[in-house]
């Protein structure tokens, strides 16, 4: 069994910041094998599909944004915890944001938008007003 934990969601002020964290708990029986490969962060707003947010891979430099996002968020991963450090929000940015990893299991050729996610969070609620 494996577990994803999101924190840091809230009310903000346009312009304003936030950072959202989520951590990875295995308990001894997960079944899986081996480090996650790829995490990322999504999010949806209310009647809309969820969309990507950013992804990153543990033996890249560079992580990958949805356009709408580049230059405000800034993702990062130390072991098991990803962190979206979210900056200049604005109220297209109000969603449940979602985080997900593989947790070891293969999900695709790349580390993007297209990933297959075995693990999902159950999602922080972020509104900017």
């Known amino acids: 069994h494996v577990q994803l934990v999101e924190s840091g969601g809230g009310l903000v002020q346009p312009g304003g910041s936030l950072r959202l964290s989520c951590t990875e708990f295995?308990?001894?029986?997960?079944?899986?094998?081996?480090?996650?490969?790829?995490m990322a962060w999504f999010r949806q707003a209310p009647g809309k599909e969820r969309e990507a947010v950013a992804h990153?891979?543990?033996?890249?430099?560079s992580a990958l944004y949805a356009d709408s996002v580049k230059g405000r968020f800034t993702i990062s991963r130390h072991g098991n915890t990803i962190n979206l450090q979210m900056n200049s929000l604005s109220t297209e940015d109000t969603a449940v944001y979602y985080c997900a990893a593989d947790g070891g299991k293969y999900g695709g050729p790349y580390c993007d938008s297209s990933y297959e996610f075995a693990y999902w969070g159950q999602g922080t609620q972020v509104t900017v007003s």
């Open positions: 295995r308990t001894q029986s997960s079944g899986t094998d081996g480090s996650t490969n790829c």
């Open positions: 990153i891979y543990s033996g890249e430099d």
